[in-house]
Every structure is written in C-alpha cells, then in structure tokens.
C-alpha cells in the first residue's frame, strides 16, 4: 500500500469531514481516500438502516467494523425513525468502541422518506422528539444529528430547532435544501443563518462546497463553524480538502496519485466485490464522479459507461491516463 506521498499539511483552524454518499463512501473507498489525502479529518459512514428485529447481526456492521476503517475516524450513521430498534444497533456500535453516533435525518429519497424516515421525519417535531426522549436515556454514545431544513418546506426547521435543543446533541449537520429538492436549486444560506442563531449545538456546514472560493466566502460569512462536510466534491476530485488546506502539486504530479488511487481502488474492489460485474459497476458510479474533475471527462465517461468488461475498462482507463488528462 502507498503511504501519502507529501509531508504533513499544516494544521487548520477548520476541519474536514467526508460526507456519507451511500454506494460510493465505503470503507474501501474512504480507507484507500486516506492512504493518499491528508484534507480530510473524518468521516461520517453511508447510513445503517435499523435491522427488523432486535439482533443486530455482524455481517451488517461489515463497513463500520474498525478493521475495515483503521485510517480515516469515522462515525457511523443510522437511518430510522423508530427508537426501539435504534438503541440496540448504537449499543452494538458502542460495543464496536464507536463513542459517537449520527442520526439521519435528511435522507431525501421517496422510499426513504414516505414512510416517515430520513427527511420524511422533519415535518414531525412530536415523533422527533419522542424518539430523542427514548434514545438518549438509553444509548451511552453521543448522538449527532445530519438534517435538511424541512422536507417539503425550508421553515420546518424552526419548529425543530427548540426541540434538538433541549436534547444533548453534539453537533447538528445541516444542508440548507429540503428533501423534495434532493439536490436542486442552491443552498438555502438565508434559512441557514437563522438556524445558526437559533441553534444551541455546535453546527457543520454541508452543501455544494465544490470550489476554494466558494469555500473561502462560507467562511468569511459563517466564520463561527469549525467544521464542514464535504461530499461530491471530495469524491469528484479527491485532492480538494487538501487543496482547501492550502496543498499544491507541481506538473503530473496530480496524474501519478490519482492513478495510483484509482489503481489501488480498482485492486481492492477487485478482492471485495463479488464477480466482475460488480466490479464494473462500482467503478462506472465512480468515474460518473471522477470524470467531473477532468476536461476530457465527459469522452471518458462515456467510453467507460460502454464496457462491458473488466478488460475493456482497464484499457480505457489506461488509454486515459496515458494521454495526461488535464485537470480542470
Ligand atoms: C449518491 C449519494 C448518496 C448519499 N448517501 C447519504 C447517506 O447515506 N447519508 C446521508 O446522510 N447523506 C447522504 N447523501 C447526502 C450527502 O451526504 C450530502 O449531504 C450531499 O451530497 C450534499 O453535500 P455535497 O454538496 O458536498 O455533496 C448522499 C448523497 C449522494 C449524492
């Protein structure tokens, strides 16, 4: 395995957490992220949903389990709305040695939401605060939260907010979006800010950080938050949270690490998943964010939605990298 290539980036007043994107962010993605990027300090993990059932079985803590996550921290997240299955998967990821817990509260997906869950659950500050009052007598982890300002409304949040405060929450992630937008329109930051003022945890900013100066007038607006999450454009361009922190690279530098990543991923989703079919289709949903970062990525996208096998798509990606994409 590569070591990071580049010595330690200097420490910021700011922190980086990876965001959960379900199907892409696993711990292979997010050990091997690791092994070469330094920008990001911590995760949080694609959502658990509550078994049926009390027993929490092994195989289904697989991508938390901290042999699968030694290089990046991470805090495992867990959709569900119903507290009595909640509890025991945070003991059994207290068991695990996991002293933090995220609840989400944004999944904005219709099958998700309709039954009450993720976002479905933020028009309700009755059913919120029911399953708060449950799973903070009985869970000894620190719960935080990920959320969207409402599902169908951005005001939904207001009438939350006294509820989340009267709760020892230890930190309140919001994506000023609401669930029915899943990710249309931009970021509510007006909304935003009124949530800041009413709110009584510390506060991470997520949603739509995808360039230096974007970033830079989040801070300036918003110079209270210390911490913000990070998603598809981590994922898009992997050496962004390093970028943020002020590291540079000089000429192909950037092509030799991503490749290596890239070859890396490949390798060990190779041993992973299961046949070459999956194989196939975790690296196309990759490169539908790789390409983003690249001027020829649009051709290569295409050409790597084309293959129909693990060879075609090994000679693709070469032919890619041999040509020296430039970086956008
Ligand atoms: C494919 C995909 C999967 C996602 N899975 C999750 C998830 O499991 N849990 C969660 O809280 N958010 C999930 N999200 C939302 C992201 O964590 C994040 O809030 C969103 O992408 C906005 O941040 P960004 O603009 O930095 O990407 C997902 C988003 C995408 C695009």
Redesign the pocket.
Known sequence: MLDAPFARLQPMDFRLCL???????DAVFRTTFASFFEGVDWA????LSTPKGMRVKPSFLKDVLPENNRLMPIVP?V?SKNAENFIPLALALWDLGYERV?W?L??PYPRVANKGR?SGLLPDPVAVERFLDRVSAAMPNRLSV?MRLGRHRADEIFRLMPVLNRYPIEAI?I?P?TGVQM?QGT?DLDVFERCLALCRHPVIY?????DPAGFDALRRRFPGISSW??????VADPFFCDTLKGRRWQGSERNEIFKAFHDTLYERYSEKLFGPSHLLDRMKGLWAYFARSFEQGNMVRKKINKSRNVRQYEEIVSDFFQGEPVWR
């Open positions: 965001a959960p994107l379900k199907g892409v962010t949080v993990t694609p959502f997240q959709l995220n989400n944004g999944c993720g990920k992630t994506h979006r990710y970021p997520n949603g739509d950080i995808v999450m990070i998603g598809r454009a981590a």
